[in-house]
């Protein structure tokens, strides 16, 4: 296990120190997410907690809970009581970029179903400002994708669509992937906004006010970002 491994495996574990027996969590996708999944599954098999259920983010997350034995559902109409999942960047406001694995429609269902939110990662994903590491994911229809990528372009952003093997990406939806590259310091809301409304658009990867806490591992620990407080409806 190498240095930073080692730093989202204690972030991993941290995590999994919000979770209480009966509740029903959401998994989240990617190499950080994966630690979430397999120590869950061996605090079910000892007995540390019991009648804890999943929803899976993706297809590769439900295989990793079935091997962990831990119990999946489909999501409810109730949603879930809290969301453990990585993510590409955060801010100190704990704006979020997530999506670079491709599972980005599910893991927005889920986390914006969840009653609570917490990202996990190493020190490296925390950034003064989204996109200066990471393009934004855009998840689109395969029809007409070409038009859908022109309008991204419209919206200030470089789009690319994102290939495998020279081929389309295709996500477990069955849908593709753009990948848009946006200026330093770009209004994030005001983008997510406008990229929402473009038609053959599904979902993007802007997380944006939906995380209670991030839990970054570094070299000196665990480094815990908290929502800021809301006053007259803008963070304080």
Known sequence: MDEADRWKTAAARAALEHVRSG???GLGTGSTASHVVRD????????????VRGVA????????AREAKIPLVELPASGVDLTIDGMDEVTPTLDAIKG???ALTREKVVAASSARLVLIGDVRKRVPWLGETAPVPVE???????RTVERLRELGA??????RGGEPFVTDTGQWVVDCHVHPHFDAAAFAAAVDAVPG??????????????L???????????????IDGAPA
């Open 23 to 25: 509740m029903l969590v």
């Open 40 to 51: 869950l599954g061996r605090r079910l098999a000892a007995g540390e907690l019991r009648d």
């Open 57 to 64: 983010t993706s297809v590769a997350t439900e295989r990793l």
């Open 100 to 102: 670079l694995g491709g």
């Open 140 to 146: 689109v229809l395969a029809f007409g994708w070409r």
């Open 158 to 163: 470089e789009p690319a669509l994102r290939l």
């Open 201 to 214: 658009v599904i979902a993007h990867g802007l997380f944006l006010g939906m995380a209670e806490r991030a």
């Open 216 to 230: 970054l591992g570094g070299p000196d620990g665990i480094e815990e970002l908290l929502r800021p407080p809301v």
